[in-house]
């Protein structure tokens, strides 16, 4: 999985809890991406970080909120989970834009259920 | 309508078979174009990327883009059972973020 892991890999939380997952890198790659995953949608962007600091949000960002402290970790927080919000959620990490290096590297997964 | 539509299957076939697994889309400005493959719980595997239009060969995988009828294929020869698999498209265009598609399910019978 190109170095990248996610934690945890399983949590069922109840709605109104606020969640974070983790997604940590060993590649130092700069682009790092939160997607999530369900049946007849594919996988869709929640948010990305192109630098530490720096994100911005993706196609279904609400309700989510993210963090880049350091290049290596990128946190994804659900501020109040939702039933809608259970998902398979994975993480990405591509290398640059420079050279049109557009390829992303998928973590492992995190199946979150919110009951 | 989505903008990349793909084919949900499953698609089942014997083994040693020529596969084809195809995605059609509505966004002219995509240049970038890949193949993903996701086994069951796992994340997406990258298989092939292109750029623009052309075929890409890695070993028994082909890759096909018609950028002038926005129609992107994967070919696999000699299918394995090993290769019965979620096969995802995804493309984009320079802004970095990935349209991926629902995904087709593979299925090579023995």
């Known amino acids: 999985d190109a170095g990248i892991t996610q934690s945890p890999r399983h949590k069922v939380t109840e709605t109104g809890t606020p969640v974070t997952l983790r997604c940590h890198q060993t590649?130092?790659?700069?682009?790092m991406y939160w997607y999530r995953q369900d049946p007849g949608h594919g996988l869709r962007l929640i948010h990305y970080?192109?630098?530490?600091?720096?994100?911005d949000k993706g196609e279904v960002s609400d309700g989510y909120s993210v963090s880049r402290s350091k290049t290596e970790d990128f946190l994804l927080t659900l501020e109040s989970a939702t039933s809608s919000q259970t998902s398979v959620y994975f993480c990405?990490?591509?290398?640059?834009?420079?050279?049109?290096?557009?390829?992303?590297?998928f973590g492992p997964g995190t199946r979150l259920t919110v009951t | 309508q989505k903008e990349v539509e793909q084919d949900p299957g499953p698609l089942s076939v014997p083994e040693g078979a020529i596969v084809s697994l195809n995605c059609t889309y509505s966004?002219?400005?995509?240049?970038?174009f890949m193949w993903y493959r996701q086994y069951s719980r796992k994340g997406p595997e990258l298989l092939m990327y292109?750029?623009?239009?052309g075929n890409k060969e890695d070993g028994r995988f082909t890759a096909q883009v018609d950028k002038s009828s926005k129609y992107i294929s994967l070919f696999i020869r000699d299918s394995q059972p090993s290769d019965s698999a979620t096969y995802l498209c995804?493309?984009?265009?320079?802004?970095?973020?990935?349209?991926f598609g629902s995904g087709t399910r593979l299925l090579v019978r023995p």
């Open positions: 966004n002219s400005a995509f240049q970038y």
């Open positions: 590649e130092n790659h700069r682009y």
């Open positions: 990405a990490i591509s290398e640059s834009d420079r050279g049109g290096s557009y390829e992303q590297y």
């Open positions: 970080s192109y630098g530490v600091k720096d994100t």
């Open positions: 995804a493309m984009s265009d320079s802004s970095y973020k990935l349209i």
């Open positions: 292109t750029y623009s239009s």
